[in-house]
């Protein structure tokens, strides 16, 4: 396949977890979510290492477009869903921070000791839950 198919590819399928990420947050209640979110892969493809970097690319490219302008919890999500589509164990981990007298709340995915779809400064952010399998 040609590299240019393969961006296109990665960049629809972020596009349409994207929105389905985004309807799921915004009409379905949190615990059937979570529920979903904390399953493990149905199998296991330990050497599918730099799919991660491609979606991790993917769903950053299409949820900081204007147009999408997706929160961190909907791009997280799409990104656990596309990881666990492709087998990559991965942790959907939500956390909160003290912002002067408010609290600031974020969502990040983790695969193994590497955070991706995270912000730079992840780590002022305590760690309230995580759902999906061992990684």
């Not at 799921?24 to 493990?40: E, H, L």
């Not at 919890?73 to 408010?102: K, N, Q, Y």
């Not at 990040?108 to 730079?120: A, L, P, R």
Request: aromatic share 8%.
């Amino acid at each position: 396949m040609k590299l240019k198919t393969i961006r296109r590819a990665y960049l629809r399928e972020a596009f349409v977890a994207i929105v389905l990420a985004r309807l799921a947050v915004r009409f379905i209640p949190s615990a059937p979510i979570f529920r979903w979110a904390d399953r493990p892969p149905r199998r296991i493809n330990r050497f599918a290492v730099d799919q991660v970097s491609w979606v991790s690319w993917a769903v950053e490219s299409v949820g900081t477009k204007s147009l999408m302008n997706a929160l961190c919890l909907p791009r997280a999500l799409a990104a656990h869903a596309m990881l666990r589509r492709r087998g990559i164990a991965s942790r959907l981990c939500l956390g909160v921070a003290r912002d002067g007298h408010d609290l600031a709340a974020h969502a990040w995915v983790e695969v193994g000791e590497n955070k991706i779809i995270s912000d730079s400064e992840i780590g002022r952010f305590t760690r309230l839950a995580e759902f999906g399998g061992a990684c």
